[in-house]
Antibody, heavy 121, light 108 residues
Framework: EVQLLESGGGLVQPGGSLRLSCAASGFTFSNYAMNWVRQAPGKGLEWVSTISGSGDSTYYADSVKGRFTISRDSSKNTLYLQMSSLRAEDTALYYC??????????????WGQGTLVTVSS | EIVLTQSPATLSLSPGERATLSCRASQSVSSYLAWYQQKPGQAPRLLIY???NRATGIPARFSGSGSGTDFTLTISSLEPEDFAVYYC??????????FGGGTKIEIK
């Protein structure tokens, strides 16, 4: 059974940093691209970032480019999102999502339950 | 960036009725469109991928159609558990991956 468990969210001041983690199990982690998708309170879904299965290729939304870094550790089956220079508009529930097929596919077939990031002074 | 526009924003229907949700793209996405369902307090769930293919475990009452710029998600007969928010998402031209604004199906 595929499981994705996010952690690392919390309250952070504007300009601060936070690292999110997503522990994956139930599939061959290195075979699939992984993704972060966020949802501001009461709002819709916003794609944040994607990393290839090998970790060699990364992609970002313009809204986070230069501030967020996606990475993965296949020895730990864990996905990360390092967030810096955080802004109030980054406040959201951050979901980790598995790509549906191999390659760098961006259809998301499994999602974690999310970790909440609140940026506020 | 490809913009996805979903309509209507809210659909008020009764159990057993047919639901028809629309997603329109600002430019062609071929068939690279997915649909997700999200219930309150839950993560999204993949329903349909590549416009018309049901994901694993999705009941046959859910169907997707369309190509190019116009897509439809149809629920043939609403069950109580189908009242939720539905999002479309394109992967034809990315980054960025884009989602529609969502359609909420509420109980009439």
């Amino acid at each position: 059974e595929v499981q994705l468990l996010e952690s690392g969210g919390g309250l952070v001041q504007p300009g601060g940093s936070l690292r999110l983690s997503c522990a994956a199990s139930g599939f061959t982690f290195s075979n699939y691209a992984m993704n972060w998708v966020r949802q501001a309170p009461g709002k819709g879904l916003e794609w944040v970032s994607t990393i290839s299965g090998s970790g060699d290729s990364t992609y970002y939304a313009d809204s986070v480019k230069g501030r967020f870094t996606i990475s993965r550790d296949s020895s730990k089956n864990t996905l990360y999102l390092q967030m810096s220079s955080l802004r109030a508009e980054d406040t959201a529930l951050y979901y980790c999502a598995k790509s549906f097929t191999g390659g760098v596919a961006v259809t998301f077939d499994y999602w974690g339950q999310g970790t909440l990031v609140t940026v506020s002074s | 960036e490809i913009v996805l526009t979903q309509s209507p924003a809210t659909l008020s229907l009764s159990p057993g009725e047919r639901a028809t949700l629309s997603c329109r793209a600002s430019q062609s996405v071929s068939s690279y469109l997915a649909w997700y369902q999200q219930k309150p307090g839950q993560a999204p769930r993949l329903l349909i991928y590549d416009a018309s293919n049901r994901a694993t475990g999705i009941p046959a009452r859910f169907s997707g159609s369309g190509s190019g710029t116009d897509f439809t998600l149809t629920i043939s007969s609403l069950e109580p558990e189908d009242f939720a928010v539905y999002y479309c998402q394109q992967r034809r031209n990315w980054p960025p991956v884009t989602f529609g604004g969502g359609t909420k199906i509420e109980i009439k």
